[in-house]
């Protein structure tokens, strides 16, 4: 585990760690946590609510845990290596903000997943599976952030 530069980190990381680690195990305990936190309030994923403290979750574990936004091991309705991203642009309870801050911190616009062992990108899903009106908020932010193309 990396070295903390103050003691309150130390334990915040402790605190999130033991937060969201419900579904994880060996070497998934490092790297679950901002996928398990996007969850939160899911339909998709039936996970508990989303609220302000969530919120402030997330901007912590990116922060302390910045290799959280690398998981690639979710699984939802078919799809496989889902990511932390498609989690939060699927998720209505995640605000665009969160979506935005996510793409700031490093999320990547042109990623995949698997949709029944079809490589996707996650915009593409987006695209097929949400209102009109979040997939074209969702695409803005994805081009600000250096979406290449949608197919």
């Known amino acids: 585990m990396q070295s903390f530069k103050n003691t309150h980190d130390a334990l915040r990381i402790q605190e999130l760690m033991s937060k969201y680690i419900s579904n994880s195990s060996g070497e998934e305990e490092t790297t679950f946590q901002l996928y398990d936190a996007l969850s939160s309030g899911s339909r998709v994923l039936h996970s508990a609510n989303y609220n302000l403290e969530t919120e402030y979750d997330v901007k912590d574990i990116l922060r ?24 939060a642009c699927h998720n209505d309870k995640i605000g665009l903000p969160t979506i935005e801050f996510l793409l700031k911190s490093g999320a990547n616009p042109n990623s995949t997943i698997y949709v029944i062992q079809r490589t996707t990108k996650v915009i593409q899903d987006v695209k097929n599976n949400l209102s009109n009106e979040r997939y074209e908020a969702i695409l803005a932010l994805f081009q600000k952030y250096g979406l290449e193309s949608i197919d």
């Open 64 to 87: 302390l845990l910045p290799k959280t936004l690398e998981y690639r091991s979710g699984k939802a309705r078919f799809r496989d290596n889902v990511t932390p991203l498609w989690i």
